[in-house]
């Protein structure tokens, strides 16, 4: 064939948020698909939210039922979903059921009631639902070259009418190997419900699809009103950008913290700030976000230890009213703690987030409580699935804040807890020392790939205005250990050393 007249496939919108990009585009016009799965898993719910986003009265939908159930007890929980169209019942869209046809007539029965009303309406789009019980009522002894032919039948058939069609099955993934319908399928796509302790967890992966490139490996998918919502597992990897070496800084809202940092956080860059509870870690953050609202720049906020109206009820008690920000929508606060949270639903929320409010700063507050929300299962890989999200949102020149709670120690100083301190630009750790009997904070710079900064340990307090940093504590020593040592003074030091002349009360010269 020459190259330059292969045929060219249209691909049509699945109508689930995020699906498309896995599929690479869309399911292909004219294609023949399976979608598998256990009972639950969301089969019918796909193939309705892809029957009224592409189905018209001049090119209808077929949907065909072989359950027990009428058409009309199905609808009656479909048309919950935000995507059923009543308008388009018996005019775009047909329901028509074939138990009997199956029962009184068997495979042929089925084949010619099918082949009827495909060639009656013209139609586009075929749902057999569930084309399961067709075959585990013909699959047996001598009937299997029977069903094998019904299968090679019904699949020209409909490829021939340039209809695009779906089979829906509970199958098991053990058929894979010698059932015939997954050799003649163009598309095979498996649906999972996982449990994990007490958290269910649904993915998808597309096991089969001719003719394009999809994205592989399991994909997380959650059930809302609206329907199946998809997460890729290379959400945001891609058309990420170069960070400009020029970049402009931005402010943190602690004047003498900018300072230490040359001018403030590298834009684009993740900036961690560690330290251990009450340290001063979430006022920072939202010390940052303020900054960004008085230059005029939208923010994000993702918290998942307290409620957004908790956390405006904290900033203004430190001057930080953030009332007028979330009312006219330059601010929004997000409170993600839904049960078995996944990274890539948690990444597809804030773009969302970013795309709505045209944010540049991003706060996340914190990553123990983001961890703890997640299923179980992806805690596992909680490491991995973090370097992905932050890599996506700085890549689009998001500046990230994360916060991070650290257990103190006395006797080590890590920078960060699940070896994660190679994935940010830039580390900020504060800590408790204990000096002549109180219990006092400390502040230091522990690294920024942007460039140079201050190598001082500064003591800080938290006001009523925020966080204020004081003067670098230079008659203590060994600060980072939380245990430091009072350094003599030079006056001290030299009343100790021989030879040294000091100055006498009465003005003479003393030596010793």
């Not at 046809?101 to 009656?120: P, S």
């Not at 070496?245 to 961690?272: K, Q, W």
Request: hydrophobic share 40%.
């Amino acid at each position: 064939m020459n190259q330059n007249s292969k045929v060219k496939i249209k691909q049509l919108s699945s109508g689930v948020l995020g699906l498309d990009e896995i599929l690479g585009g869309g399911f292909p016009e004219f294609s023949f698909n399976i979608i598998a799965g256990a009972p639950g898993c969301g089969k019918t719910t796909l193939a309705h939210q892809f029957v009224f986003k592409n189905a018209t009265p001049e090119r209808p939908a077929l949907y065909f039922t072989v359950l027990g159930e009428p058409a009309l007890k199905m609808l009656r929980y479909q048309q919950q979903y935000t995507f059923f169209d009543a308008t388009k019942l018996n005019t775009a869209v047909r329901f028509i059921n074939l138990s009997q046809d199956l029962v009184e007539r068997g495979l042929k029965g089925v084949l010619e009631e099918i082949t009827k009303q495909v060639q009656a309406t013209n139609a586009g789009i075929v749902v057999v639902d569930s084309f399961r019980t067709v075959l585990r009522r013909e699959h047996h002894g001598d009937r299997e070259v029977e069903v094998q032919t019904f299968v090679q039948e019904l699949a020209l058939l409909l490829t021939s009418w340039e209809a695009t069609t779906f089979l829906i099955g509970e199958y098991s993934e053990s058929e894979l190997v010698d059932n015939p319908v997954f050799t003649v399928a163009d598309g095979l796509f498996w649906l999972f419900q996982q449990v994990e302790r007490n958290s269910v967890v649904r993915k998808l992966q597309v096991m089969k699809l001719r003719g394009q490139m999809s994205v592989p490996g399991m994909h997380t998918f959650r059930i809302t009103d609206a329907g199946l919502q998809a997460f890729s597992r290379t959400l945001g990897l891609v058309g990420t950008r170069r960070k400009d070496p020029d970049r402009r800084r931005l402010s943190t809202g602690i004047p003498a913290l900018d300072e230490m940092m040359g001018g403030g956080i590298p834009e684009g860059d993740s900036l961690l700030v560690a330290g251990s509870s009450g340290t001063g870690k979430s006022l920072m953050a939202t010390q940052f976000i303020a900054a960004g609202l008085r230059a005029g720049e939208s923010g994000i906020v993702a918290i998942f230890e307290e409620r957004p109206d908790e956390y405006a009820d904290r900033a203004a008690a430190f001057g930080l009213d953030l009332g007028a920000a979330l009312k006219d929508g330059s601010l929004e606060v997000i409170y993600l703690r839904p049960l078995d949270l996944s990274v890539d639903e948690t990444m597809q929320e804030l773009i969302d987030a970013v795309q709505r409010t045209g944010a540049k700063r991003l706060v996340i507050d914190s990553l123990a409580g983001f961890e703890m929300a997640l299923a179980p299962g992806f805690r596992t890989d909680f490491r991995e699935s973090l370097y992905r999200m932050i890599f996506a949102l700085t890549g689009i020149g998001i500046t990230i804040l994360s916060t991070l709670e650290m257990e103190e120690s006395f006797n080590k100083f890590p920078f960060s807890s699940y070896l994660i301190s190679f994935l940010t630009d830039d580390i900020i750790r504060m800590r408790y020392v204990e000096i002549e009997g109180q219990l006092r904070k400390i502040m230091l710079i522990i690294k920024m790939r942007g460039g140079a900064h201050s190598k001082d340990i500064r003591e800080y307090d938290i006001t009523s205005d925020g966080i204020v940093l004081g003067e670098r504590p230079r008659e203590y020593a060994h600060l980072i250990t939380g245990i430091p040592e009072r350094i003599e003074s030079p006056q001290t030091e030299a009343l100790g050393k021989p030879g040294i002349a000091l100055e006498a009360k009465d003005g003479k010269k003393a030596e010793k």
